[in-house]
């Protein structure tokens, strides 16, 4: 069901020729998503990996597996990495420097089986990895919303609000993610990170037609739209 490795798409229709060697994940970033699982807000950020077999398009549609329990949707703002960032050359930079452009991912989570590897104090790897764990938005380049504090998402699912929030109600704002994660993982260009979910978790079906937005400055910056299929 794989194709080749996935590659970064424009929303005017371009490539950059980004292609994601991994996504560094970001868990419990906005603190009423937290509790929402009863799970304590945390003391240093939460750092998962996406790995190359989970990119797949978002729009028209993407596939979610079926028998293997509820499938969530986490709807979360990517920033897509320019150049290799080390913890070195990080402190050099500019955010424009480090980030080319930004768009939207679902951290499709399978909540069941997360939940049985936490209660086994396993790796969340099946949970979060498994192919096509990670469907992506077009994005847009950030030197057109370079305020990121004013960065909003929202999704719906038939037509319900699901999930709303916004940048300011992050734990870690989007430069200390960086610094933060750059401490230990080089990132490299085309890699993405993962900013953390709203509350409004809840699992997807077979057949829910979705709509994904970004917003900057209150206005639409990626509209991502589609159906869900069985993978
Ligand atoms: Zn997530």
Known sequence: MLKDRFTIQYSDGSFGGYQPSKAVCIGRNYAKHATELNNPLPKKPILFLKTPNTFVSMSPGFGIPVDCGACHH????????????????????????????VGLALDLTLRDRQNELKQRSEPWTLAKAFDGACPLSTCVEFEQCSSWQSWGLSFEVNGDLRQ???????????????????????????????????????????????????????????????????N
């Open 74 to 101: 986490e709807l979360e703002i990517y920033l897509l990495i320019r150049q290799r960032l080390t913890f070195k050359s990080f402190s050099t930079l500019t955010l424009n420097d480090c980030i080319a452009a």
């Open 164 to 230: 709303s929030g916004k940048v300011c109600d992050m734990l870690w704002c989007i430069p200390a993610l960086l610094e933060i994660i750059v401490q230990d993982i080089t990132l490299e260009p085309g890699d993405l990170v993962l900013t953390g979910t709203p509350e409004g978790v809840q699992p997807l079906q077979v057949g829910d037609h979705f709509r994904a937005t970004f917003l900057h400055e209150d206005e639409p910056k990626v509209i991502s739209a589609g159906k869900v299929f069985s």
